[in-house]
């Protein structure tokens, strides 16, 4: 059995890329391999916010993200410059930088690119999604 | 070493192809698969799930139709995959 990690560039909202991480993720666990963490990066931080609310027959990504997230225990992390810029936040980045209001996830984490670099040198596969 | 190159624009093969080795694979997925009438000296690969959701029947593509399970088993089959965006 394999470890693998993921690299989610693809904003959840104007591409499919999201939709293909989430579903490899999905076959990949139901094989027995093992998933270390999803970093996601550029537009795709975006599926962070607990605020993303899509329309009922649309699939909300946030969500099932989480909700596998949690079943499989893997993390989710979110690149916190690529998230601030995008106005992901959580109360702590909030506080530091002035912010009104935090939005992020509760399932998910704001960590830097060396987590990313992590995620490589520990997974025997790291597959990205664009 | 052989790599798993993964693609999902049509726009950008020629790009792809100029960077893959001989024993390279390629696996188009998303809106890639509009390529499956296209022959490559590669051995080619398709996800079926994207092909058949824009349209196209698994066996109007010259390329081999693959799964999400399959398409797992093929990122662990070659040393590493390069995603090209």
């Avoid at chain 1, 949690?70 to 930088?97: P, S």
């Avoid at chain 1, 670099?117 to 790291?126: C, F, I």
């Avoid at chain 2, 593509?61 to 799964?67: E, K, N, T």
């Amino acid at each position: 059995m394999a470890t693998f990690s993921l690299l989610v560039t693809a904003s959840p909202h104007s591409s499919q890329g999201q939709y293909s991480a989430l579903e490899f993720t999905k076959a990949l666990l139901q094989q027995g391999h093992t998933l270390k963490r999803i970093f996601f990066y550029g537009d795709g931080v975006l599926v962070a916010s607990r605020l993303n609310c899509p329309p009922s027959d649309e699939i909300n990504l946030t969500k099932s993200w989480a909700k596998l997230a949690i079943e499989h225990d893997f993390e989710l992390t979110v690149c916190v410059t690529a998230a601030l810029k995008r106005g992901i936040t959580n109360a702590a980045e909030a506080d530091r930088n002035a912010l009104t209001g935090d939005n992020l996830d509760p399932a998910y984490e704001i960590s830097g690119l060396g987590q990313l670099t992590e995620a490589m040198l520990e997974s025997d596969r790291l597959i990205t999604f664009g | 070493m052989k790599s798993l190159y993964i693609l999902n624009n049509p726009a950008n093969l020629e790009q792809c192809l100029s960077a893959m080795a001989p024993d390279d694979a390629l696996l188009l997925i998303e809106d890639a698969v509009l390529l499956c009438h296209q022959h490559t000296l590669h051995n080619s690969y398709i996800l079926e799930e994207d092909l058949i959701a824009r349209g196209f029947a698994t066996k109007q593509s010259h390329w081999q139709a693959v799964d999400y399970p399959q398409f797992v088993q093929l990122t662990l089959q070659y040393d590493k995959t390069v995603t090209w965006l």
